[in-house]
T-cell receptor
Framework: GQQVMQIPQYQHVQEGEDFTTYCNSSTTLSNIQWYKQRPGGHPVFLIQLVKSGEVKKQKRLTFQFGEAKKNSSLHITATQTTDVGTYFCAGNGETSGSRLTFGEGTQLTVNP | NAGVMQNPRHLVRRRGQEARLRCSPMKGHSHVYWYRQLPEEGLKFMVYLQKENIIDESGMPKERFSAEFPKEGPSILRIQQVVRGDSAAYFC??????????FGPGTRLTVL
């Protein structure tokens, strides 16, 4: 079945440093979504990427979808303490209908 | 417009009892998904339902677990004869189409 792998599992940064998490799928995706989950909270949708090579920005966050539509990345510029949480990618396979396969997430901590 | 609602937020059961978890999707959403999350882990897909139909239950254990989404009322995830390994956070999500999913606050199940 489809697998989505995410690295790193943990990332500790000093406030102001950049952060990147990477997501790789075992199969080609029709789209990929990113979610953020704060400690003790629930996942919150951040963005969806659909097109090959697509790049989207939300303030300090930059999302990329690979040319082969099998990998994606999330980059945060100049992290802030409010960025703390776990970032999940979730892939929608070309043959999996509406089912999302989530990566294991990257847990980000930001030291002030 | 209320978000996805789940109740109870916390549920404690003894081994062998039944657990019933409820999810009311956002108004206008007809797609409901259930996920399980163990501490420090990602979300594992369990089941995808539309009104009165189970679309994909490939992530749900064959025994003891069942889900429904009746024409009227919330979606129910039912776990019979719970065991300690069932302890987890169970999240429900809803969507209007197959795109962005909106998550509820989750039900934290503890099996004693």
């Amino acid at each position: 079945g489809q697998q989505v792998m995410q690295i790193p599992q943990y990332q500790h940064v000093q406030e102001g440093e950049d952060f990147t998490t990477y997501c790789n799928s075992s199969t080609t995706l029709s789209n990929i979504q990113w979610y953020k989950q704060r400690p003790g909270g629930h996942p919150v949708f951040l963005i969806q990427l659909v097109k090959s090579g697509e790049v989207k920005k939300q303030k300090r966050l930059t999302f990329q979808f690979g040319e082969a539509k099998k990998n994606s990345s999330l980059h945060i510029t100049a992290t802030q303490t409010t960025d703390v949480g776990t970032y999940f990618c979730a892939g929608n396979g070309e043959t999996s209908g509406s089912r999302l396969t989530f990566g294991e997430g990257t847990q980000l901590t930001v030291n002030p | 417009n209320a978000g996805v609602m789940q109740n109870p937020r916390h549920l404690v059961r003894r081994r062998g009892q039944e657990a019933r978890l409820r999810c009311s999707p956002m108004k206008g959403h007809s797609h409901v998904y259930w996920y399980r999350q163990l501490p420090e882990e990602g979300l594992k897909f369990m089941v995808y339902l539309q009104k009165e139909n189970i679309i994909d239950e490939s992530g749900m254990p064959k025994e003891r677990f069942s889900a429904e989404f009746p024409k009227e009322g919330p979606s129910i995830l039912r776990i019979q004869q719970v065991v300690r390994g069932d302890s987890a956070a169970y999240f429900c999500a809803s969507s209007f189409t197959s795109n962005e999913q909106f998550f509820g606050p989750g039900t934290r199940l503890t099996v004693l």
